[in-house]
């Protein structure tokens, strides 16, 4: 990967058609993005959407902030707030997409009168709709 | 080692745990209601989006081309390639203006402003939200890049950066890509859902 001494020289300075390569590249791939989108394909578009975007990203993030070169800490500090990133969304995922797995209640739309929102130990009161709902919508989150 | 660029960089990866916490209310909210991300995303301009694709594009590589040219000592070229990068983001932010514009004529609004009746499926306000969240803490960014960016002219235009210092041209190329990044992400995530 690194290029012994050559590259790991403070000012390294690439050629300019690198630069222009990479730029090229990246519209490229905007319009492949843009022409993907218009073929149905399913789910599969959205994961075909993210996978161009994490190539573009990767391109921005090697060439243009010199990741390639560069000291790998700066790389290991920018994964590593992507991976915290991933980790982040993966378990709310699980969790907002599985509730009903377990509990059949849980992935049941909130009762306004449900006793689980209601401080413990209060009388249960009459609540409306609407209103209601959205109080213990609130009340959840 | 430089502690100026290791500093910018545990300011990027902070940045990407700010707009983190969005893209997993997008994830939520999609994966909730996905027909109705569909029928809404319909109401944004996939050519102004991509347009701004290509303009935050184009404007990373003449800010990559400036630090290049600070680099190699070539003054000119370098304050020429921050100014393009400059006229860049504003291009950017004036698309921006008539897309939101656009938006808040028709009622397109975030939560309880929404008023907009065009758009099938459950609770289309919510798309709206995170697209004005999303969207606008981006546009916030490109607005503080352009600051600095024009900081950076007023100092090389006083000879401020050659090769042997030209670190605050750097670190703000960093950012400024880490912004076009974000944006190469939100561009599909709203304009394209197939």
């Known amino acids: 990967m690194s290029n012994e001494s050559k590259y790991s020289h403070h000012a390294h300075i690439l050629p300019l058609k690198l630069y222009l390569l990479i730029g090229g590249g990246l519209i490229f791939l905007t319009l492949v993005t843009v022409a993907v989108a218009q073929v149905h394909l399913g789910p599969f578009n959205l994961v075909v959407a993210l996978l161009i975007a994490v190539l573009k990203a990767s391109l921005v993030g090697l060439f243009f902030m010199h990741m390639f070169w560069d000291n790998k800490l700066y790389a290991l500090f920018f994964t590593a707030g992507i991976a915290f990133l991933g980790l982040f969304i993966t378990i709310t995922m699980f969790d907002t997409m599985r509730r009903g797995d377990i509990y059949q209640e849980v992935g049941q739309p909130i009762k306004p009168d449900a006793v689980t929102y209601k401080t413990a130990g209060q009388p249960i009161k009459e609540t409306g709709h609407g209103e209601g709902e959205h109080k213990a919508v609130e009340g959840e989150k | ?194």
């Open chain 2, 1 to 194: 080692m430089d502690s100026a660029k290791l500093g910018m960089w545990v300011f990027l990866l902070t940045e990407i745990l700010f707009f983190g916490g969005l893209f997993c209310a997008y994830a939520i909210y999609r994966a909730w209601h996905p027909e109705m991300f569909h029928q809404a995303h319909k109401a944004l301009d996939w050519r102004l989006g991509g347009l701004n694709t290509i303009v935050l594009i184009t404007s990373s590589v003449t800010m990559a081309l400036s630090i290049r040219a600070f680099q190699l000592n070539q003054q000119k070229q370098g304050i020429g390639l921050l100014v393009a990068t400059w006229l860049c983001a504003a291009t950017f932010m004036v698309v921006k203006y008539f897309e939101y514009a656009h938006k808040f004529h028709v009622g397109q609004l975030p939560g309880k402003f929404y008023t907009y009746t065009g758009i099938e499926g459950s609770n289309p306000h919510i798309f709206f939200s995170i697209y004005f969240m999303m969207t606008g803490l981006h546009g916030i960014h490109v607005l503080v890049g352009m600051g600095v960016i024009a900081w950076l002219i007023v100092k090389a235009r006083r000879g401020r950066f050659g090769p042997d210092y030209y670190t605050p041209v750097e670190v703000t190329g960093l950012y400024w890509h880490l912004v076009d990044m974000v944006w190469i992400f939100l561009f599909p995530l709203f304009y394209l859902i197939g």
